[in-house]
C-alpha cells in the first residue's frame, strides 16, 4: 500500500501522486490519498496540477468541514472498487434492505444521520466555478502572508506555500537556537489567550512553528493583515 498527501498538514505540500500512482501501478500496489483540504485544489485550473494523478488512485479521502466550510463530520471517501466495500461492511442476507444501492453497505454504520446532505447542498449552490474562485482566493491570501513574513527581518518562512498553510516562526535577532522552540509555543499560546485571532502550532522539521491554514470562507485580505497586526503585536512584548 502507497499512501500520498493532497495538502501535507504542516505546510500544504502534495507528493507526487502521478508518480506514485506509477509506482502502484509496477507493483500491484493499492495506492490511497489523503485529501483532507488539499484535493479542493483539483477546481482550480490554476492549480489542479497539484493534484495530477489522483484519479488513477484506488481510495482517496477528503473532508467536507474544511475548503467546503459545512459543518464537521462530514469527512467522504471515494472507493474505486465498489465491491470491497460490500465486502467489508455489507448486511449478508437481510432480505427487508433495499438490494440497489445501499449505503448501510458502504460503511461501518447503519443508524447515522444524512451527513451527506450539506455536502450535496454546498456543491449545489457554488458548484466548481464558485469553488474555484474561493480556493484560489485563498491561495492568494496565503501568499500575502508569506510575503509579509519574507520581508521581516524577524520571521522566517520555513516552507513554501503551494495552497493555503504559511508555515513560518518568530526568530528575532540575536536569539538562540535552542531558546526559539520555546518563544513560538508561547507566541503560539499568547495568540490563543489574546483571542482576537487564531493560529494552531506545530513541529516542522523538529522546530515549533505557526501554520495559519486559510479556508474559511469569509477570510478577507483585511483578515490577514489584522493577523499580521496582532501577530506583531504579541511577538513584540514577548
Not at 172 to 193: F, S, V, Y
Request: net charge negative; charged share 25%; with cysteine.
Amino acid at each position: 500500500m502507497i499512501v500520498g498527501n493532497a495538502g501535507e498538514v504542516n505546510t500544504g505540500d502534495f507528493d507526487p501522486i502521478a508518480d506514485l500512482a506509477d509506482l502502484a501501478g509496477r507493483y500491484g500496489a493499492w495506492l490511497h490519498v489523503d485529501g483532507a483540504f488539499g484535493l479542493f485544489a483539483a477546481a482550480s485550473p490554476r492549480l489542479r496540477h497539484l493534484v495530477e494523478g489522483v484519479e488513477r488512485a484506488d481510495s482517496i479521502t477528503a473532508d467536507g468541514h474544511k475548503w467546503l466550510n459545512v459543518p464537521y463530520e462530514s469527512g467522504f471517501a471515494f472507493v474505486r472498487d465498489q465491491d470491497l466495500m460490500f465486502r467489508s461492511f455489507g448486511a449478508w442476507g437481510a432480505h427487508y434492505l433495499p438490494s440497489d444501492v445501499n449505503y448501510n453497505n458502504l460503511g461501518p454504520e447503519s443508524s447515522r444521520r444524512a451527513r451527506a446532505l450539506p455536502i450535496w447542498a454546498t456543491l449545489r449552490a457554488y458548484g466548481r466555478q464558485g469553488y474555484a474562485r474561493l480556493v484560489e482566493r485563498h491561495h492568494d491570501l496565503a501568499l500575502r502572508l508569506a510575503e509579509a513574513v519574507d520581508k521581516a527581518p524577524d520571521m522566517e518562512l520555513l516552507a513554501p506555500v503551494p495552497l493555503c498553510v504559511v508555515c513560518f516562526r518568530y526568530r528575532p535577532e540575536g536569539t538562540r537556537e535552542e531558546e526559539l522552540d520555546d518563544l513560538n509555543r508561547r507566541l503560539g499560546a499568547a495568540l490563543l489567550a489574546d483571542g482576537r485571532v487564531y493560529a494552531g502550532t506545530t513541529t516542522y522539521r523538529g522546530v515549533t512553528a505557526l501554520r495559519p491554514a486559510i479556508v474559511n470562507w469569509r477570510t478577507t485580505e483585511a483578515d490577514i493583515d489584522y493577523f499580521w497586526e496582532v501577530l506583531r503585536e504579541l511577538a513584540d512584548r514577548l
